[in-house]
Each structure stands twice: as C-alpha cells, then as structure tokens.
C-alpha cells in the first residue's frame, strides 16, 4: 500500500510539472506576440529594428524552451533517482545526500564489483577449504586404519607391527609437509616473511641441492647435469630459493618417469640478471593445464600425486617467493617430450 501511494504520489506530481511548464510556455509566448504587436506599432516603417526585435525575440524563446526543459528533466531525473534509490540498499545512498545519474551508475558499478569480488572470495574459500580437507583426510584415514589393524590384534606380530608403525610415521610426515606448506604459503601471501638478502653462488647452491637430491634421482634413475659451473654471483634470499630449487628439481625427478631420464640446469647471465633454467625430458604438461600448475593443489595426475604422497603447494610456494623476490617465473612443456621452467634473479655486483 505504502509503495502503491509513493508511486501515485510521483505520478501526480510529475502532471502538476508537465502543467506549470505549459503554462511557463503559454505565459512566454504571449509576452512574444504582444512585444511583436508593440513592435509592428512603433517600427512599422523601420525593418532594421523590426529585426532587432525579432531576434530579441528568438533568443528569449530559445533561453525560455531551454529552461522549462532543464527544469522538467531535473525534476524527471529526481524522481527516477528517488525510485531506484528505494530498491537499493539503505548503506548505499544516504537520505541527506543528493546525487546525479552519473554518480548514482558509479556507485552501482561499485557494488557490483565489490559484490563480484565477494562472490570470487567466497568461492576461493569453499575451493580452498575443500582441497585443504581432501589432502589432510587421506593421511589421517591411513593413519586410522593401520591404528585399527594393530589394535585388532596385528600388534602381536613384530613384522606387521613394523611395517605399519614405518607408515604410519610417513603418513604422520607427509601431514606435517601439508602444515608445514600452508603456514609457508600462508605467511607468503600475507607478506608476514621478510627475506633475507645476501650474495651467493647461485651454482654452488645447485650442487648442493644435487647433493641433497641424489639418492631421489637414483631411485628414479634420474641424472641430474648442471650445464654452467662457473661462479655466478646472485643477490637473493638464500634459504627461499634453495626451497624453488627444490621444489622445483623434485618436481623434475618426479615426472622422469622414464628411462634415461635427463633434468638439465642452465645459468646464464643476461644485463643484470641471472637466468635459471631447469629442464627435463619427462612426460611434460598438457597444454590445458599449463595456466593452473602454479595455483594451489593443483596436480597434473592428481590420483597418482596424492598416493605419492606430495602436499600439491610446491609451484604455489614456488611463484610466491618469486614475486617476494619481485621476479617472473615461467613454464614452457611439450606433452610426453619434458618442461623447462624458467626464472631470474638480480645478478650481484
């Protein structure tokens, strides 16, 4: 009823406009035809300011026309503002202001963008949240069945005994990687780790990540090559990007899948950076998934991936520490052929 009456009352008041501006022009007119007549009376010989007074006459039509019609569309524009005002929300335009259609259209895009966002926001958690429970819940269910197959009375036979307490402390560390990466990332994305610059040999640190790395390439027969062994002097965070150089080398062996398999490390120098390529001859990257690897859980061969027993932030952490750093990281793959992933540092006077 209350809607009913506001709309009657706009109704009404927009036909009490439409009649004072008709009378406005009516009222004008009449004033043109009785200075025309004053104006035939006294000038009826002098055309020059016959003349005069009908082009006084034109722009006083002109000025009046002009008038009514800005004063009429105000009004209409008032009235449109006032009707769509009370299907917005009340925090959104208050009673004492006093806003045009421009202004009114740039308060609405700016909620629909914050709407939008909000939207994506929501469902990044709902994305998020979801892949956060599936990767803890296998580790926990493995965990809970060797714990009931022992309690059932497995416990008594030392070699199945060993064999699911060597599990079940596997799948007690894969969960601890999990924590351990979503607290790195967490703390990445918040900007709450501050790095730590220094100047290092960017070679040496990928031998010692060869080092660390060797007995998991042996057991892929993997052979790892650096390319370039002479010193290259970087500054950079040494620690994060031991951790991209591994990640990103484990990434490699991982997905050597294959006999002979190769993962090749280029350093190059290029004006003032250092260029770090890693590259290996495995089964590559599916051209579709190319845009995804970096984003957080997501995995080439999930079903495999996860019975492997990887956390699925490796490359998310990777690009984070990247950007830290203020550099690009890149990937190029050819199915089934191998992937070269690409990054830089600043190269250290």
Do not use: C, W
């Not at 200075?35 to 006083?60: G, M």
């Not at 269910?141 to 060597?166: C, P």
């Not at 402390?169 to 994305?189: A, F, H, P, W």
């Not at 027969?221 to 002097?233: D, M, R």
Request: charged letters at 25%; a neutral charge.
């Amino acid at each position: 009823m209350k809607i009913s009456f506001f709309g009657a009352s706009i109704l009404i008041r927009n036909h009490l406009l439409s009649i004072v501006a008709a009378l406005f022009l009516t009222a004008a007119m009449v004033s043109i035809v009785v200075l025309f007549n004053y104006a035939q009376e006294s000038v009826s010989n002098q055309h020059s300011q016959f003349y005069f007074y009908l082009f006084l006459s034109l722009i006083f039509i002109f000025f009046t026309n002009y008038v009514v019609i800005e004063f009429l569309f105000k009004s209409y524009g008032k009235n449109q503002i006032k009707k769509i005002s009370n299907i917005l929300p009340d925090n959104m335009i208050h009673e004492e202001e006093t806003v045009n259609f421009k202004e009114l259209g740039e308060m609405i895009q700016k909620n629909v963008s914050e709407i939008d966002t909000m939207k994506e926001m929501e469902d990044y958690r709902k994305e998020y949240l979801g892949n956060v429970s599936h990767e803890l819940k296998t580790p926990l269910f493995s965990i809970q069945g060797y714990i009931e197959t022992l309690k059932d009375g497995a416990v008594e036979n030392l070699n199945i005994r060993d064999k699911y307490l060597e599990r079940i402390g596997k799948s007690v560390e894969r969960l601890l990687n999990i924590v351990k990466d979503l607290d790195m990332i967490s703390q990445l994305e918040t900007g709450e780790i501050s790095l730590n610059y220094s100047k290092f040999d960017i070679n040496l640190l990928i031998k010692e990540i060869f080092e660390l790395l060797e007995m998991q390439a042996q057991n892929r027969t993997a052979k790892l090559v650096l390319q370039n062994t002479s010193p290259v002097f970087v500054n950079a965070d040494k620690q994060k990007i031991s951790q991209v150089l591994i990640n990103l080398i484990s990434n490699a062996i991982h997905y050597s899948n294959r006999e002979e398999a190769l993962i090749k490390i280029k350093t190059t120098i290029n004006n003032n950076l250092a260029i770090i390529q890693i590259s290996d001859n495995g089964m590559g990257i599916k051209p579709e998934a190319l845009p995804r690897i970096f984003e957080r859980f997501y995995r080439v061969e999930s079903s495999r991936n996860r019975k492997d027993g990887g956390s699925g932030l490796g490359l998310a952490i990777v690009k984070h520490i990247m950007e830290a750093h203020k550099q690009n990281i890149s990937v190029e793959s050819t199915y089934l052929e191998g992937t070269t992933f690409t990054f830089s540092l600043e190269k250290a006077l």
